[in-house]
C-alpha cells in the first residue's frame, strides 16, 4: 500500500527546479461521487499545488492531492477533482509553492466543536440540561479580527436557529453559540452550521464556515497541549487552513467516511455509526491528571495517547481505560490526548497529509482494539512438531484493517457491527467485544474435499506470557482429544471472572479464560494428527467473536480445512523435493516426486504455500499418471513468481515456498499430503556445517526464519531457531560448526556475538551483553564482526573476528584460551579474516579480502604456519584434505567460480591451482560457500541462489 511508501516533504516548499514529470490530464467531474460528504473545497485552485501521485501502474499525475477515506482525491488546476483508490497509489510527494507557507493576514471564522451531551465547558452558555441544548464553539482562527457575523443552525436541511453576533470577535478569540435542541430525539441526522451567511467578512478561507457534525455521534474529547496547537496553527495544513481545529475535524470526518466505506455482504450498507468531537481542550501543561481532575463528571471513559504527528510514521500507544459513574442519560466520552512537543521540538513531520496515527487513536477511543496484539512472529512457537524440530509457524491477521494498518484500510466487519451495537448505547470500553463469545465454542476439522475428519488427535496450545515476560506460544497443550464422529473437538470453558460492561458484554466462562483486554492472549495453535500425518492452523478468539456478533450466540464450531486424508484415498508419494529449472534456474524450479505404491492412483496435486502465515495448500497443477518417466518419477516445472509474492510488511520476507504433492484415485478420493519441501527464495547464503549426514546453512539478515536444513539431494526444508530467553534479541546468520555435544555455534556479525545452540534454542551468548550493532569491542571475549566459527578435533573453537584482525580460541565450554599466534609468537597475522575451518589437523584461514588463505598446524605449544597461498579471489573457507592438498571455494585465473585443488607441495612456479573444478555432476560451482567437512572424507559446500548442495572429496 502507498502509506508505507508515501513520500513527504513539507507541506509549504519553495520550488526551486527539479526533475520534469509527465502529468496527465485529469479527467474527473466537478463532484465526483468519492467525495461525498468532504467538508473541504478547493478555494484557490491554480499552479500553486503541483503534487506528484504515483500509480501503483507507475503513471504519475500532478496537481493538489487530499486523501479522503478509502480514496485518494487529486485536483486538477482549475479545481476538478479525480478520485483514485487508496490501493491503486503508490507514492505521494507534496509539492507546494513557497507563497503558500505565509500565513493570511485576514479574519477566519471556523467552528472548533459543537457540544452536544458535555454542556457548553469553560465560559459557554450551560443552560438547559445535558443532551438538550447544542454548545456551538466558534474561533476566530485568522490574525485579524472578524466583525460581527450571521449564522445559521439546521437539521437535515431545516433551519433551527438563526442569528447575528452582536461583538467583533479578535483574532485567537472563541465564541459560544447555544441552541435548543433535544439530541436523543434527532440521533443520526446532519447538524449544518453556516457562518458569515450573509457573506459581509473577507476571510482567509471561507469554505469552513460550513460545519457538519452528527447529532447523536459517539463523542470523543481532544485533549492538545498549548506548545502543539500554536506549531501545528502556525503551518498550513492539509485543507489549507492555519487552525489546529480544522485539522483535527478533518481526522474524525475521514474516520466517518471510512465507516462508511466499510462495507461487507452481511452488512451491505455499513454501520449508520459516526463519531463526532464533543470537545477540544488546549492543555497549558501535559499533566493528564490535572486534565481529568478539571473535567466534567461526563469525561472521560477512554484514553488513547498519540504521538507526535509525523504521516504515517506516528504510533499511538494503547488506550487506558477509567470507570466513572455517568450522569443517567449522558454517554461516556473517550479521549485522545496529544503528547507535547519535545524541548526544542517542532510540529514532526508535515501535516499536509493524513496522520493516520490520530485515526487509529479515534478506533481506540471508541473501545477497538488493535488486531496486531495477536501477531506472533514464527520464533515466538515452542510447539516442537513430530520430529522433535519447532514448528515453522507464525500468526499476522490477514485482515488488514485502520487499527492495523499504517494508512488507509477499512474497519472489520466486528468492528463495523461492533460500532453499529453501542451508537445507540453508550461509548464502549477497550475491547469489550472480545467478552462477546457463544455460549459452546468448537471445533470442525474437515479434509480437503471438505468432509468430516472423525478420530483426528487434537492439541491446543494458547498464546500467553512466558515466565522470562516473553509472549509465545508454549509447548504444553491446553487442550488434548480428538474430533468426534462429526469431525467436532469441542473447546471446553474455563473459568473467568470480569463485570458486565455498559454495552451488555459479560466474561463469562470460555476456551480462553482470563481474556486480555487487548486480546494478545486470545490465540490458538492447534496441532492435527491422523496415520501419521501432521497438521498445524490458528483460531483467534475474532474468529468466535464474530460469529457471535453474527447471531451465534448459543454455539458455534470453528471450521478447520485441512490435507489430511478422510480415509480411502491413496497413499502419498514417498517424497516431493525441489530442484532448480536449470533452463529458467532464475524464475523456475522443477518439483519432483515418484509414483504413488497404490495401483489406484490416478492423477497427482501439486500444492504450494508461501512462507508460514499462509493458511491455506494453492493448488499449482494437476498431473496424470501417465506423464511418469520410464523409471516412475515426475518432474513438473513451476514458475516461482506466482509463489514470491511477500505476505503482510509485518511478517516480513519468507524464507521461501513451500511445496507437497498428493495422489487421487480414479473415483476421486484424495490422499494425504506428501512430505513438505522448501525452495528458499533468492537470498545470500553465509556458511554451511553438517550434523549426522545433514547440512544446515544460514542466510544473510536475521534469523527469524532459521536456517535452511538440506541434504546431498538438494531438499530443503526449515529448521527453527528461537532465542525467546534473549529478550529483544534477534540473532543474523552468520559462521556455523557443530561441537562433539551436537551443539550449533554461530557467529553474528551483525551484533557481533558467538551464540551456542542446544535443538535450535539459543541458551548461550557471548560478547557484550547489550546484543547491539554498536555492541563490539576489542578484549577478550569481544568481537567486532565476526564472520566464521570452526572447531577442532579436541573441541577448541576458533572464532574469525573479521574486523579486529584476529582469530580467537576458545575451548570447548567457551572459555577464551588465546589469541591465535604463531610459533614465533606473531599475533598480527590476519588482516579482516572472513572464513575459517578446520579438517585433517589444520586449520585454514581466509583472509585480506579473500585474496589469501593461511594454512596452520595447532598445537599444545604452539600454532605452525605450514602455507601461505596468495593470489586467490572471493575466497571462503578452505579445508586441507588427508593428503595435505588444500581445498578452497573461490575463483580461478580466468575469473570463474570453482573449486581450487592446491597440491601436496608449493609447486615451482608458486601457489597456483593443480587444478580447478567449475562444473561437478549437479551442475555449475556458482558462489560457493560453506565448505564443511562430513567425517566420510568428504566435504559439503552450498551454491549461490538457486541452492544446490554439492559434495567434494578430500583426498
Known amino acids: 500500500m502507498f502509506d508505507l511508501m508515501r513520500r513527504v516533504l513539507p507541506a509549504a516548499l519553495m520550488l526551486l527546479g527539479g526533475p520534469n514529470v509527465a502529468a496527465e490530464p485529469l479527467g474527473g467531474a466537478e463532484h465526483p461521487p468519492g467525495c461525498a460528504g468532504m467538508a473541504y473545497r478547493l478555494e484557490r485552485p491554480g499552479l500553486d499545488y503541483r503534487d506528484v501521485l504515483t500509480r501503483t501502474d507507475g503513471r504519475r499525475l500532478i496537481g493538489r492531492v487530499l486523501e479522503w477515506g478509502l480514496d485518494v482525491c487529486l485536483f486538477d488546476s482549475v479545481g476538478r477533482a479525480e478520485v483514485i483508490p487508496a490501493g491503486d497509489v503508490r ?39 445535558s443532551g438538550k441544548r447544542l454548545s456551538i464553539h466558534v474561533r476566530n482562527a485568522g490574525l485579524a479580527p472578524a466583525g460581527p457575523f450571521s449564522y445559521r443552525v439546521s437539521v437535515d436541511g431545516n433551519a433551527i436557529h438563526e442569528g447575528r453576533t452582536s461583538q467583533a470577535l479578535a483574532a485567537g478569540q472563541v ?92 452488512l451491505p450498507h455499513g454501520s449508520t455509526a459516526r463519531i463526532h468531537i464533543e470537545q477540544i481542550t488546549i492543555a497549558p501543561t501535559p499533566e493528564a491528571d490535572s486534565l481529568a481532575a478539571s473535567a466534567p463528571a461526563s469525561q472521560p471513559a477512554a484514553v488513547a495517547s498519540i504521538a507526535p504527528a509525523s504521516g504515517s510514521s506516528s504510533q499511538p500507544a494503547e488506550p487506558q481505560v477509567a470507570e466513572q459513574e455517568q450522569p443517567v442519560g449522558v454517554p461516556k466520552i473517550g479521549m485522545i490526548e496529544f503528547e507535547r512537543l519535545p524541548a526544542g521540538g517542532a510540529a514532526a513531520g508535515s501535516i499536509g497529509l493524513v496522520d493516520w496515527g490520530v485515526e487509529r487513536a479515534l478506533g481506540r477511543a471508541l473501545g477497538l482494539i488493535d488486531p496486531t496484539a495477536l501477531d506472533t512472529p514464527v520464533t515466538s512457537v515452542l510447539v516442537r512438531g513430530s520430529n522433535s524440530e519447532f514448528v515453522q509457524r507464525e500468526f499476522f491477521p490477514p485482515e488488514r484493517t485502520l487499527l492495523s494498518a499504517g494508512g488507509a484500510a477499512p474497519l472489520s466487519e466486528l468492528e463495523v457491527r461492533y460500532l453499529e451495537r453501542i451508537f445507540r448505547r453508550q461509548l464502549g470500553v477497550p475491547g469489550e467485544y472480545l467478552y462477546g463469545l457463544p455460549r459452546i465454542c468448537g471445533l470442525r476439522v474437515v479434509d480437503g474435499s471438505g468432509r468430516d475428519l472423525p478420530g483426528v488427535d487434537v492439541a491446543v496450545f494458547q498464546r500467553r506470557v512466558s515466565a522470562d515476560g516473553a509472549v509465545v506460544i508454549p509447548e504444553e497443550p491446553v487442550y488434548i482429544g480428538e474430533t468426534d464422529t462429526r469431525g467436532r473437538f469441542a473447546l471446553p470453558p474455563r473459568d473467568a471472572k470480569g463485570a458486565p460492561t455498559p454495552n451488555g458484554y459479560a466474561l463469562a466462562p470460555n476456551p480462553w479464560g482470563e481474556l486480555a483486554a487487548d486480546g494478545s492472549n486470545g490465540l490458538f495453535l492447534v496441532r492435527l494428527r491422523k496415520d501419521a500425518n501432521e497438521e498445524y492452523g490458528f483460531v483467534s478468539v475474532l474468529d468466535f467473536n464474530l460469529a457471535y456478533a453474527r447471531g451465534s450466540v448459543d454455539a458455534y464450531d470453528h471450521l478447520i480445512p485441512t490435507r489430511l486424508a478422510g480415509g480411502g484415498g491413496p497413499p502419498a508419494p514417498r517424497y516431493c523435493r525441489t530442484k532448480p529449472d ?192 554498536d555492541a563490539y569491542g576489542r578484549g577478550k571475549e569481544q568481537f567486532h564482526t565476526p564472520m566464521d566459527v570452526t572447531i577442532d578435533d579436541r573441541g577448541r573453537i576458533y572464532v574469525a573476528d573479521t574486523d579486529n584482525d584476529r582469530v580467537q580460541v576458545f575451548d570447548a565450554q567457551g572459555t577464551f584460551l588465546t589469541t591465535f599466534q604463531d610459533d614465533t609468537g606473531d599475533t598480527e597475522l590476519f588482516r579482516k579474516p572472513t572464513a575459517i575451518g578446520f579438517a585433517y589437523g589444520k586449520v585454514c584461514v581466509t583472509d585480506s579480502d579473500g585474496t589469501r588463505i593461511q594454512v596452520f598446524e595447532p598445537s599444545d605449544e604452539a600454532w605452525k604456519l605450514r602455507r601461505v597461498l596468495k593470489g586467490v579471489r572471493d575466497a571462503d573457507r578452505a579445508l586441507a584434505g588427508a593428503s595435505g592438498r588444500i581445498y578452497a571455494l573461490g575463483r580461478n585465473t580466468l575469473g570463474n567460480w570453482a573449486i581450487l585443488i592446491y597440491p601436496i607441495e608449493p609447486m615451482p612456479e608458486g601457489d597456483v591451482p593443480e587444478r580447478t573444478i567449475e562444473r561437478v555432476i549437479k551442475g555449475m560451482v556458482r558462489e560457493p560457500r560453506g565448505l564443511y567437512p562430513d567425517g566420510t572424507g568428504h566435504a559439503l559446500y552450498i551454491t549461490g541462489y538457486p541452492f544446490v548442495t554439492q559434495r567434494l572429496m578430500l583426498e
Not at 507557507?101 to 457548553?120: F, I, K, N
Not at 469552513?208 to 492538545?224: A, E, S, W
Open 91 to 129: 507514492a505521494i510527494a507534496l509539492r507546494r509553492d513557497g507563497r503558500l507557507s505565509a500565513r493570511p493576514t485576514a479574519a477566519d471564522l471556523t467552528v472548533e466543536y459543537v457540544s452536544q451531551w458535555a454542556g457548553g465547558g469553560a465560559g459557554a452558555d450551560e443552560s438547559g440540561p
Open 175 to 266: 465564541a459560544t453559540i447555544g441552541v435548543d435542541c433535544d439530541v436523543a430525539s434527532v440521533r443520526g441526522k446532519l447538524l449544518l452550521v453556516e457562518l458569515d451567511v450573509k457573506n459581509e467578512l473577507s476571510e482567509a478561507a471561507e469554505w469552513n464556515n460550513r460545519f457538519t457534525d452528527v447529532l447523536g455521534g459517539l463523542p470523543v474529547r481532544v485533549v492538545v497541549p498549548a506548545d502543539r496547537h500554536r506549531a501545528i496553527s502556525n503551518a498550513r495544513n492539509l485543507v489549507d487552513t492555519f487552525c489546529f481545529e480544522d485539522w483535527i475535524q478533518y481526522h474524525a470526518q475521514l474516520f466517518n467516511r471510512i465507516i462508511e466505506q466499510s462495507v461487507y455482504p452481511s
Open 582 to 773: 536449470f533452463e529458467s534456474p532464475e524464475t523456475h524450479v522443477q518439483v519432483i516426486w515418484p509414483t504413488s505404491a497404490s495401483a489406484t492412483a490416478w492423477e497427482y496435486r501439486v500444492y504450494a504455500k508461501i512462507g508460514f502465515d499462509e493458511p491455506h495448500w494453492a493448488l499449482v497443477e494437476t498431473v496424470p499418471k501417465e506423464k511418469a518417466t520410464a523409471r516412475g518419477v515426475f518432474s513438473l516445472s513451476v514458475p516461482l513468481a506466482p509463489y514470491e509474492r511477500r505476505p503482510s510488511p509485518r511478517a516480513g520476507d519468507p524464507l521461501g515456498c513451500q511445496f507437497a504433492v498428493s495422489c487421487v484415485d480414479r473415483d476421486g478420493r484424495e490422499g494425504p499430503l506428501s512430505m513438505v519441501t522448501t525452495e528458499p527464495y533468492s537470498a545470500e547464503a553465509m556458511k554451511l556445517a553438517i550434523l549426522r549426514g545433514t547440512a544446515y546453512f544460514s542466510l544473510a539478515g536475521p534469523l527469524r526464519r532459521g536456517l535452511v536444513k538440506t541434504n546431498i539431494n538438494s531438499i530443503h526444508d526449515v529448521y527453527g531457531l528461537r532465542f525467546t530467553q534473549f529478550p529483544g534479541y534477534e540473532p543474523w546468520g552468520g559462521g556455523m560448526a557443530f561441537d562433539a555435544q551436537d551443539r550449533l555455534l554461530m557467529t553474528d556479525p551483525y551484533h557481533h556475538q558467538l551464540c551456542w545452540y542446544e535443538n535450535g534454542v539459543l541458551v548461550r551468548v557471548l560478547g557484550d551483553p547489550r546484543h547491539s550493532p
